[in-house]
């Protein structure tokens, strides 16, 4: 059994009723890093906030299941959720300053996480807080502990979030471009922690990112969003090796070492109605069939999985 299963999920605006994600199944293994990429808007972040039952107020979830180590999350109360929130399932965003409570050291923030999910206090819950800004990298953690989150470096501050991230031991830890603010050399050795995290204590996660060349260290797989729907998925030499879909194919297109693709994206004159493939007016390959039907996901290879008509 994986460890997160989502199943035909559904977010629609509560406002207009346009769909936001439309119908995404995925599974994630124990012990896997499973990268999300696809452009801005396509769905990766609501996908993440839907797993943490946080969707913004305006947006619900019409149809699905999120199944998470057995457990139906969706059914759960408010309060059910927020026990395997930050203890089970824990997240790491971009901005550790939108996070991190301002008014509190870093210290008192994570023996707060300690108290509230495992009633742990004093000596012990100080020495787990220690040993864990240990396991994160963070030097002279005993000194650390006494700061306030604007006196670190962006650098520690993820670090730090990672810490609160992982204390609990969390079976899962979703990512969403958490690098992406940070500096080169700060990115890399932030991945390489996550790396050691995934290999040391089997922490399965979700990385969410536009960044290509993290994705091909880092995660064993790869989704592929496109306007809130998965297009492509597959172990990552697959993807990277031989990207199927053409939207894929686009996105590859301008990661460095590989060839030149020959994918353009052409302006077709014919428009596909509401009915057709998603992908249809940007499509280099954009077909007959597209104009009118919508492909499904369907598998073309072991573990190799494309949303495209030129597949079926
Ligand atoms: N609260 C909201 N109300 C209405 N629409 C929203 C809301 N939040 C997100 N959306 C829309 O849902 C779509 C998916 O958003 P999402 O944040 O998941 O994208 P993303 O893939 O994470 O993008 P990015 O790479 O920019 O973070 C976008 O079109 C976005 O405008
Ligand atoms: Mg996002």
Redesign the pocket.
Known sequence: MPLLKVQDLFVT?TENSTY?LKGISFSLNHGEILGVL?E????????ALSVLGLL?A??KITSGEIIFDGKELLSLSFQELQKIRGKKISIIFQDPLSTLNPVLTVGDQLKEILYYHLGLKGPSAQDLVIKTLREVGIPDPELRLKNYPHELSGGLRQRVMIAMSILCSPKLLIAD?PTTALDLTIQMQIIELLRRLNSKLGLSILF?T?DLGVLRWLAHRILV?YQ?QIVEAAPTEKIFTKPCHPYTQLLFSSYPGREKSPVVVQKHEEKPSKEGCEFWSRCAVACERGLKEKPSLIEIDHDHLIRCFLYD
């Open positions: 605006s936001l696809g801005s808007g396509s769905g990766k972040s609501l996908t913004p305006n947006l471009e969410i536009h969003y809130g």
